[in-house]
């Protein structure tokens, strides 16, 4: 199926001139069909030889930006954006700048933090920054720092918009600046060993606490006595320990956008999984995030693409409306771009191709869609 898509289409709704678009959707085609983002493997999936493609490659990476024509994709039409971090290990890059030790302090490798918005069970990644403990150290700057940095970058994107975030942004600097720039946000609070300190407008300190099977919700709060919050707790069955969540909205709402957060780290497991994210190699990390946003871009086709593919074949989860129709079990079993790139699906060509069509309008609505830059 990938051979019938007319990429090109896609890629010239986030690249302004037209010979760069042609380039880019030759390498978003290779991406897709090596399932890779290494320069090495994609030069045998372009129509030159193995080494002009390889020189074309890294002509294309030095003259474009695609984490430009990345912020194209970010959705006007969603009510939250999605925000985690990933390690991305590379064990074997022992001379590479940019790479350090994890988070258990001997694995080498980089963290990215990646925001995205939410598309059915997966997300629509718009930007992100990558950093590791070595260039924390050479830059002289803290994790934090890379945290605001990047959300400065989105900073008129994100607008109104809620911003949803994992218990790593759970601190209060980040907190302060979020309130202070007006972003409503959802974090999940990390606890730990010792709860943070949270006031009430008593000036007493609040203990929290929820019953197994409960919900509870505290409102009018200072996180560590300066950053006003809302916290929001919930003990499902099943769980171990309750999910809390500390916000600027209200509590009840907070607990079901949070959620959904679960859709980058789905969308994280296919970048991975799928396209081989993880494996991605280069000695310069600017070389190497512009090749993650072209990644990225191919992830983002390849997975709108799927999902048409995905509800024509299964069954689209409901039908004209209909709450007792259900898709069948393959449906739920797997995500588009596994359908796109993994499954042998019979579609006839007019088919595919109205299916192409149909998305390829969908594309151009989100890209071309005003938004406040």
């Known amino acids: 199926m990938l051979s019938r898509m007319k990429l090109q289409d896609f890629v010239q709704n986030l690249f302004d001139q037209r010979s760069i678009a042609e380039k880019a959707a030759l390498i978003v085609q290779a991406i897709l069909?090596?399932?890779?983002?290494?320069?090495?493997?994609?030069?045998?999936?372009?129509?030159?030889?193995?080494?002009?493609?390889?020189?074309?490659?890294?002509?294309?990476?030095?003259?474009?930006?695609p984490r430009e024509a990345l912020q194209r994709l970010f959705d006007p039409a969603a009510a939250f954006v999605l925000g985690d971090v990933t390690e991305i290990e590379r064990s074997q890059a022992r001379a590479?700048?940019?790479?350090?030790?994890?988070?258990?302090?001997?694995?080498?490798?980089?963290?990215?933090?990646?925001?995205?918005?939410?598309f059915r069970g997966r997300a629509l990644p718009f930007g992100f920054v990558t950093y590791s403990s070595r260039t924390l150290q050479d830059q002289a700057r803290s994790r934090n720092q890379e945290h605001r940095r990047c959300l400065r970058r989105v900073k008129e994107l994100i607008a109104d918009r809620i911003l949803?975030?994992?218990?790593?942004?759970?601190?209060?600097?980040?907190?302060?600046?979020?309130?202070?720039?007006?972003?409503?946000?959802?974090?999940?609070?990390?606890?730990?060993?010792?709860?943070?300190?949270?006031?009430?407008?008593?000036?007493?300190r609040v203990k929290l606490h929820v019953g197994r099977r409960?919900?509870?919700?505290?409102?009018?709060?200072?996180?560590?006595?300066?950053?006003?919050?809302?916290?929001?707790?919930?003990?499902?069955?099943?769980?171990?320990e309750p999910l809390w969540?500390?916000?600027?909205?209200?509590?009840?709402?907070?607990?079901g956008i949070y959620a959904e957060r679960m859709k980058i780290e789905e969308s994280f497991k296919d970048l991975k999984s799928l396209l081989g994210m993880d494996k991605i190699m280069s000695k310069r990390q600017e070389r190497m995030e512009k090749m993650l946003a072209m990644v990225m871009v191919a992830y983002s086709i390849g997975l709108m693409v799927?999902?048409?593919?995905?509800?024509?074949?299964?069954?689209?989860?409901?039908?004209?409306?209909?709450?007792?129709?259900?898709?069948?079990?393959?449906?739920?079993?797997?995500?588009?771009?596994?359908v796109l790139l993994r499954q042998k699906v019979t579609l006839t060509y007019h088919e595919f191709n109205r299916l192409v069509r149909q998305v390829l309008l969908a594309f151009a609505q989100l890209v071309g869609a005003d938004v406040r830059t």
């Open 214 to 240: 409960k919900q509870v919700a505290y409102r009018a709060l200072l996180y560590k006595g300066t950053v006003p919050v809302n916290v929001a707790g919930l003990w499902r069955k099943g769980l171990k």
């Open 306 to 338: 799927g999902e048409a593919v995905r509800d024509r074949v299964y069954g689209a989860p409901d039908r004209a409306g209909d709450p007792a129709h259900k898709p069948a079990g393959k449906w739920s079993a797997y995500s588009g771009l596994f």
């Open 164 to 204: 949803v975030l994992d218990r790593e942004f759970s601190y209060e600097s980040l907190m302060r600046a979020l309130v202070e720039e007006g972003i409503r946000f959802v974090i999940r609070l990390n606890l730990g060993s010792r709860q943070p300190t949270l006031i009430n407008d008593d000036g007493r």
């Open 245 to 255: 969540v500390i916000t600027n909205v209200e509590p009840e709402e907070a607990l």
């Open 96 to 118: 590479t700048s940019y790479v350090g030790t994890l988070k258990d302090g001997k694995t080498r490798g980089f963290w990215l933090l990646l925001l995205a918005t939410p």
């Open 33 to 65: 069909e090596a399932r890779s983002p290494r320069l090495s493997d994609l030069s045998h999936h372009l129509p030159a030889s193995p080494e002009a493609n390889y020189k074309m490659l890294q002509r294309f990476l030095d003259r474009v930006d």
